[in-house]
Each structure stands twice: as C-alpha cells, then as structure tokens.
Nanobody
C-alpha cells in the first residue's frame, strides 16, 4: 500500500516558477515509477512527466525545457520543478506511482491533487 500527498500548488504569475512535492508513505517506494499528470477544466487528464526507479525521465512535449521531475528515494518524495509557467499550465496536478510485478500486473496509486493557477 502506497499513499501519496501532493503539495506546493498555488497562484503564480506567467513566467514564474513553482515546485510541487509528492510525499509517499508505504513500502518499496524506490521500486515505483513516479509520474505527474494534470487535468484542466473541460479537458482530459494528461501525462506531464515520469521518472523511473533508476532515474530515467520522460516529458510531454508541451513542458520540455521548462519542467524538471526528480526524486529523492531517501525521503520518499518526488518533485516537479516548473519554470516559465504559462496560463495554459493551469490545472490540477496529480502524483502517480506505478509498479509492474514479475507477472506483468500493473499497480497504480494516485494522490488527491494540488491546484496550480497561472494568471496575472
């Protein structure tokens, strides 16, 4: 069982920066691939970034060069550093943890989400 709690969201002006944190409780955190997703009003939830247990990262084209995902396994925490924020980045951001067992079964956990609003 893994529980995820996001924090760090808020209101920021266009061009500003914000860092989101996702604290995990439970076992085997360092075996999970961690990800950030976001959902804007009226839109589908979309992938923002992922980071594997060994540190490999992947980003949506819309955030490449602006966002950085990282993890600190000793603290059971994953981060999303967001820079050069745009109004279209406004959304609820969700933390995700995923693991595939040796039998190929996928296990996923989701946080409650944190609101990010980019506006003047």
């Amino acid at each position: 069982q893994v529980q995820l709690v996001e924090s760090g969201g808020g209101l920021v002006q266009p061009g500003g920066s914000l860092r989101l944190s996702c604290a995990a409780s439970g076992s085997i955190f360092n075996r999970y691939t961690m990800g950030w997703y976001r959902q804007a009003p009226g839109k589908e939830r979309e992938l923002v970034a992922t980071i594997t247990s060994v540190g490999s990262t992947n980003y949506a084209d819309s955030v490449k060069g602006r966002f950085t995902i990282s993890r600190d396994n000793a603290k059971n925490t994953v981060y999303l550093q967001m820079s050069s924020l745009k109004p279209e980045d406004t959304a609820v951001y969700y933390c995700n943890a995923g693991y595939v067992s040796g039998w190929g079964r996928k296990t996923e956990y989701w946080g409650q989400g944190t609101q990010v609003t980019v506006s003047s």
